[in-house]
């Protein structure tokens, strides 16, 4: 059987994002958006084959687009299917309940005084079976899809136990074999000390290190490995021994680091080559540093300071320190309930001072990188998978002017078209 093509044509704006996918964009090349004026795109089975002018393309590909199911992109622009590389998808239960109570006023220590907090959404994750973790999981999915997002970061970390982690990961596994939108799965054990380990936080590293990383990689369930490394949760220097623990079993390191206060976690994640430090709220400037010197991505999450009405991370100084900035939703019950990453691309600009240009580089060729897969995805190129978006404004600049807007018309997953006019087909 033949593989179909699809012809999505006259673009007002192609935005390709070409030319990073060996190294992210850094810097003033954040910027450089390679855009394609009145821009098509010629895609056959799952791939691209040709981006450029429609009257070049007409022109080269005249055969192929005769045969072709055409997309008309008149009076819209063209990205690559957004990346969201930091999420925990897969949960179970609600904690709007705490949110109440931080607006009038509770402090965190208040609320996981109550049964609240982290603690919370592991008693209803572990509680939960694979069918309702899968349940309210999959509809989380299909609401990212609605927005754009073709491919996302799923992490571990709410079972706590190698039974309940080991049960996050295959419901997140099944999702991706079972979704159109591509997950990629993170250990994250380390997420939380469990209660009962409270006063013997070491004995729960051990149990990460020899029970829990081991498994997960024997079962091949993730390809990353990711720990808390903040005061009161895993320290630098037990963080470290769980990220060379996981490297020594093939799981990359990713770190969440320096959330609340300075603690050293962008200097670690230099030190040990993670693909990623994410939050970074209050990283320092040596530590930034080091990131960019060692090409660590800095996945910043504007959406969970704002929700927990905190300063954002200094996203502007990242990047002009030279490190490879992305864009997360962060999406979790506890600090930033939100399947939004247009959203955050809005705070990207209103609370972290990046232009129109770098949010979309943060959230596509960039965020890409963040979890290994630049190679496929996150921009528009010859060879890559064909994911894309259609979306309802004139030029990209619009996206980020008219906020809080999901602009999304149309969905195309590698090759097919997968939600038109706000719907899922």
């Not at 964009?25 to 450089?32: D, G, L, P």
């Not at 609240?116 to 959404?121: F, K, P, Q, Y």
């Amino acid at each position: 059987m033949s593989q179909t093509y699809l012809y999505i044509q006259n673009a007002n704006e192609v935005i390709t994002v070409a030319g990073y996918s060996e190294k992210p964009a850094t810097k003033e090349r954040m910027n450089e958006l390679s855009i394609i004026k009145k821009g098509s795109v010629l895609v056959k089975g799952d791939r691209i084959i040709a981006v450029g002018p429609d009257k070049d393309l007409q022109n080269q590909f005249a055969s192929e687009i005769s045969e072709a199911k055409t997309i008309q992109a008149a009076g819209k622009i063209v990205t690559p299917g957004f990346v969201d590389p930091h999420t925990h998808l897969v949960f179970a239960g609600s904690r709007e309940n705490e949110f109440n109570m931080r607006l009038q006023g509770k402090t965190y220590m208040d609320i996981m005084n109550a049964g609240g907090g982290i603690h919370a959404t592991t008693r209803a994750t572990q509680e939960a079976d694979e069918n309702q973790l899968f349940s309210e999981s999959v509809k989380r999915l299909n609401r990212f899809l609605l927005q754009g997002v073709t491919t996302i970061e799923a992490k571990s970390g709410y079972g706590l136990t190698l039974e309940h982690e080991i049960k996050q990961l295959e419901v997140a596994k099944q999702l991706d074999e079972e979704h159109v939108v591509d997950i990629v799965s993170t250990f994250m054990g380390a997420h939380a000390v469990p209660v009962e380990f409270k006063e013997n936080p070491d004995a729960f590293v051990d149990i990460v290190i020899n029970e829990m990383i081991p498994k997960v990689a024997e079962l091949g369930l993730a390809e990353f490995n990711d720990v808390f490394c903040e005061h009161g949760v895993f320290t630098p220097e037990q963080s470290k021994k769980i990220l060379e623990a996981g490297l020594k079993h093939g799981l990359l390191p990713k770190i969440h680091a320096d959330e609340i206060e300075p603690y050293e976690g962008a200097e670690l994640a230099a030190e040990v080559g993670a693909i990623s430090a994410d939050h970074l709220l209050k990283a320092s400037e040596k530590g930034m540093e080091q990131m960019a010197d060692q090409g660590v991505i800095g996945v910043l999450l504007p959406g969970t300071a704002f929700f927990l009405m905190a300063e954002s991370a200094n996203g502007r100084k990242m990047i002009d320190t030279g490190v490879p900035v992305a864009l997360s939703t962060d999406c979790n019950p506890g600090s930033s309930p939100t399947v939004s990453l247009p959203l955050i691309m809005n705070l990207g600009c209103l609370k972290m001072g990046m232009t129109p240009a770098e949010v979309l580089t943060a959230t596509t060729i960039n965020a890409a990188h963040a979890i290994n897969r630049a190679e496929e995805i996150g921009s528009i190129e010859v060879g890559k998978k064909a994911d894309l978006v259609l979306l309802d404004v004139p030029n990209y600049m619009q996206m980020q002017y008219l906020y809080g807007v999901n602009h999304t018309s149309k969905v195309i997953k590698a090759g097919k078209l997968v939600v038109e006019n706000g719907r899922l087909i």
